[in-house]
């Protein structure tokens, strides 16, 4: 009985093997960098094969540390090749780009609010990086800092109604969700601000 | 077995070989063939019902393709 899972599990070794052959092959910094992100789609492939909630939950905090991992690769490449105060060469000059962040930071951050929890605070604190990353910006540091703290505080409060009141484990669920949620993303906003700007 | 399934896993097979082997060998073309990948990958997980799984890898790979755009540009300001 040959199910969906056997073939995608041959299409998936077959990718595997074609990106890996093609890893060895390259010697620039960048190509192998591109590289990277498609050797990450098919670790996803091969998860999305489970095909049951447990796919979904691992998928999620791939996803993020995937991102996330591009965005430090990527900033390292732009130290390592000293090339990161140059302006973006006019070949490339796309209107979408400059744009496009603010709509996309929007949309990432009301959609981690839906989410929720953890993702949901690394999602909307994608958003927060992005938008920093690609516009001039001045960072609030108090304001994060405050935030944060009234995350704990939150959190603390759903942790005693769990304890004192369990009849009203709903309430605390969500305080503690958005606990987290507000913890994930003034941690994630912070990696937003280092782009190397002197006296950052 | 669903059609998007059949679609996806082809879709995955040529965009890994194409992104592998780009017939001009530069930045851009690397990265275009690339989202040919991440579309397979999509329609795979639309055939087993991962609505969060895809609707988050959606913003994800919007993001993905920003700050690797960001860094080619700068890389190609240097060459030229």
Request: aromatic share 10%.
């Amino acid at each position: 009985m040959i199910t969906p899972f056997h073939i995608g599990l041959f299409a998936v070794s077959l990718c595997i093997l074609v990106t890996f052959l093609s890893f060895l092959k390259e010697k620039d910094d960048l190509h192998k960098l591109i590289l990277t992100d498609l050797a990450a789609i098919m670790a996803l492939f091969i998860i999305a094969l489970v095909g049951t909630d447990l796919a979904e939950a691992l998928i999620l905090p791939g996803l993020v540390v995937g991102i996330s991992k591009l965005m430090a690769l990527a900033e390292i490449y732009l130290v390592k090749e000293g090339i990161q105060q140059k302006k973006n060469s006019t070949v490339l000059d796309i209107e979408v780009l400059d744009t496009a962040p603010a709509i996309l930071a929007a949309i990432l951050v009301i959609y981690g609010i839906i989410l929720s929890g953890f993702s949901g605070g690394a999602v909307a604190g994608l958003g927060i990086i992005f938008y920093l990353a690609f516009k001039k910006h001045d960072e609030k540091f108090e304001l994060i800092e405050t935030v944060s703290g009234y995350a704990w505080v939150t959190w603390i409060a759903a942790f005693f109604i769990f304890l004192i009141f369990p009849s009203q484990w709903f309430l605390a669920v969500m305080l503690a969700g958005g606990g987290i949620l507000l913890k994930v993303m003034a941690k994630f906003s912070l990696i937003g601000t280092m782009r190397g700007d002197p006296g950052v | 077995m669903t059609p998007e399934f059949i679609i996806g896993c082809g879709l995955i097979i040529l965009g890994a070989i194409s992104t592998a082997w780009p017939s001009p060998r530069d930045y851009i073309t690397r990265l275009i063939n690339l989202e040919v990948a991440s579309f397979g990958l999509l329609l795979v997980m639309l055939s087993f019902d991962e609505t969060i799984a895809l609707l988050t890898f959606v913003a994800v790979s919007g993001v993905s393709v920003f700050i690797l755009v960001r860094v080619i540009g700068k890389k190609e300001a240097v060459i030229r």
